[in-house]
């Protein structure tokens, strides 16, 4: 009867000790798989938008027909294209670039084209940078009415 109560009481230890490490472990890649789908997502609208700039929220990606929207929270990065995903990173929103120069706030005199974003991520109490460049074609970057005497 002792024996078989040792046997129980190391059983069931054991059964806590793995239970346990396996909730921490998927946690952990919960996380990293919510940055790694964000950074597979961002690099896709990157590529496919023909223009990004700055919005009042964060970004918006314009394509041919459509627009993605990327809003930044302190606790999460939003993406609102036909639905929405909500991305629970804490993050310190992105800095923005274009041609080496920062980008303009919207609503000033300034391009708010942007080519370069940075994106600073709290992960595990870990600092992660993501850093986006997006080339644009010459048409994309050409606008007829800019500084236009006509």
Do not use: C, W
Not at 135 to 149: E, I, K, M, R, W
């Amino acid at each position: 009867m002792a024996i078989s109560a040792i046997l129980i009481g190391i059983t069931y230890t054991s059964y806590r000790i793995i239970s346990g490490s396996y909730t921490s472990f998927h946690a952990r890649n919960e996380k990293f798989s919510t940055v790694e789908k964000l950074d597979e997502l961002f690099k896709k609208d990157s590529n496919k938008a023909e223009l990004i700039e700055r919005s009042d929220s964060g970004l918006l990606f314009r394509e041919k027909e459509t627009s993605i929207r990327y809003q930044f929270t302190p606790d999460a990065i939003i993406r609102i294209s036909s639905e929405r995903d909500t991305f629970r990173v804490k993050n310190q929103g992105p800095a923005y670039s274009f041609e080496g120069q920062p980008a303009t706030e919207p609503g000033g005199t300034g391009n708010t084209r942007t080519d370069e974003i940075s994106i600073s991520i709290q992960l595990e109490n870990e600092p992660i940078l993501l850093r986006y460049h997006k080339l644009y074609s010459s048409v994309n970057l050409f606008n007829p009415n800019t500084d236009a005497l006509n």
